[in-house]
């Protein structure tokens, strides 16, 4: 469990990060996987310079490292990788001014949705018989509200800091992995919906 100063660092961290749209991009894309400037200017459209402004604030906020360089036809290829997820808890949440918070959600939901369509349309959403597509709307009390927040953090969790973890373990090379996504929403609904 993360100490008080800890979260209100990743919160800090994160509110820098994805304040600007091209730079939430980039920090998702580098969770996806590792990536060189040029490969993520190719990808979107946009100079390899923004994207390298980018990338160059994400590693000073601690957000993404350097985790190789290759040579490549005389120049060398830098590739970064992410180092914070965007899991904000309550506590994060609560240190951000609305308009931080409405911008953050709107682009993890915007992620989400984006994901979900990229995979409907390359055929891999519907690929595996034994993935989990749900929606629930329970009717919860406080206490259910505190229960559930807490199990999704607990599985969050564990994805991020164990399941993920053994697999760079056992299989050291990303491009050895297969890429899945996981999205986590836990929100209160409109009233009679």
Not at 1 to 30: N, Y
Not at 85 to 113: F, H, P, Q, Y
């Amino acid at each position: 469990m993360k100490t008080r100063q800890e979260e209100d660092a990743i919160a800090s961290k994160l509110e820098r990060a994805l304040s600007d749209p091209l730079r939430a991009w980039v920090l998702a894309q580098l969770n996806d996987a590792p990536a060189a400037a040029v490969d993520l200017a190719r990808k979107s459209g946009e100079p390899r310079n923004r994207i390298s402004y980018h990338i160059g604030k994400l590693v000073e906020w601690d957000c993404a490292e350097l985790i190789d360089t290759i040579k490549v036809r005389g120049t060398e290829k830098k590739i970064f990788a992410a180092k914070t997820r965007a899991l904000i808890t309550g506590e994060m949440w609560e240190r951000m001014n609305l308009n931080s918070r409405n911008g953050i959600s709107i682009k993890i939901l915007n992620e989400g949705v984006e994901r979900a369509q990229r995979a409907l349309e390359s055929g891999t959403f519907d690929n595996r018989l034994d993935r989990i597509a749900a929606n629930y709307k329970p009717r919860l009390d406080e206490e259910g509200w505190q229960e559930a927040k807490a199990l999704l953090h607990e599985v969050h969790q564990k994805f991020y800091e164990e399941l993920e973890a053994k697999a760079v373990v056992r299989h050291p090379d990303p491009m050895d992995r297969r890429p899945f996504t996981f999205s986590m929403y836990l929100y209160e609904s409109p009233s009679g919906r």
